[in-house]
């Protein structure tokens, strides 16, 4: 079975530096997908970033991207430029591509907290 | 294009009450996906269906736990003799046809039971 670790339950930066969110999961399959999202207090689920296994090129979205090490099986977050309003709970997840296994599995999540 | 949409945002019932949970998936996506959060914790996986089948259930308790996405209407979560246990974030997410898609998140039902 699939797993996701987050081994950081609180990390702390100060606004404009750059903070990066570890993630390791494990799993036999070749093609999956990973995903980064973030829970701001208002509790909605946001997608940040997304990566699909079969690509080596690190995803990124503006200020996010990514450090995908496949075979270490990693994928890091990086935010740059903090910004006050990227405070909020983070989660890695996983989702198989086999036909049986269409759920995420998450990480327990990293809280983000920005110091202005 | 309204996002998935989950009432109530609160609910709180005494112990042995039941608990209904609403979800209506973005347009055009026929997939829903329960999870559950616990406080501290990520979310876990419960149920998922498509329009009149249940999928998936593996991940609800057998017992006091429904789910059904009607033909009509939105996907609804049931709770049968709610218990403290039972208090958590419940979340419901919804994807198009192609499962690989991205799953977009409704802000999630708060259940409280007192």
């Known amino acids: 079975a699939q797993t996701v670790t987050q081994s950081q339950p609180e990390m702390s930066v100060q606004e404009a530096e750059t903070v990066t969110l570890s993630c390791t999961y494990d799993?036999?399959?070749?093609?999956?997908?990973l995903f980064w999202y973030k829970q701001p207090p208002s509790r909605q689920m946001i997608l940040v970033i997304r990566?699909?296994?079969?690509k080596q090129q690190n995803a990124t979205e503006n200020r996010f991207s990514v450090n995908f090490q496949k075979a270490a099986k990693s994928f890091s977050l990086k935010i740059s430029d903090s910004q006050l309003g990227d405070a909020a709970m983070y989660f890695c997840?996983?989702?198989?591509?086999?036909?049986?296994?269409?759920?995420?599995?998450w990480g327990a999540g990293t809280k983000l907290i920005i110091k202005p | 294009n309204a996002g998935v949409m989950q009432n109530p945002r609160h609910l709180v019932r005494r112990r042995g009450q039941e608990a209904r949970l609403r979800c209506s998936p973005m347009?055009?996506?026929?997939?829903v996906y329960w999870y559950r959060q616990l406080p501290e914790e990520g979310l876990k996986f419960m149920v998922y269906?498509?329009?009149?089948?249940?999928?998936?259930e593996s991940g609800m308790p057998k017992e006091r736990f429904s789910a059904e996405f009607p033909k009509e209407g939105p996907s609804i979560l049931r709770i049968q003799q709610v218990v403290r246990g039972d208090s958590a974030a419940y979340f419901c997410?919804?994807?198009?046809?192609?499962?690989?898609?991205?799953?977009?998140f409704g802000n999630g039902t708060r259940l409280t039971v007192t």
């Open positions: 997410a919804s994807s198009p046809l192609d499962r690989v898609a991205p799953l977009h």
């Open positions: 347009k055009g996506h026929s997939h």
């Open positions: 269906l498509q329009k009149e089948n249940i999928i998936d």
């Open positions: 799993t036999s399959e070749s093609d999956y997908y």
């Open positions: 990566q699909e296994a079969y």
């Open positions: 997840a996983y989702r198989s591509l086999s036909d049986s296994n269409y759920q995420l599995i």
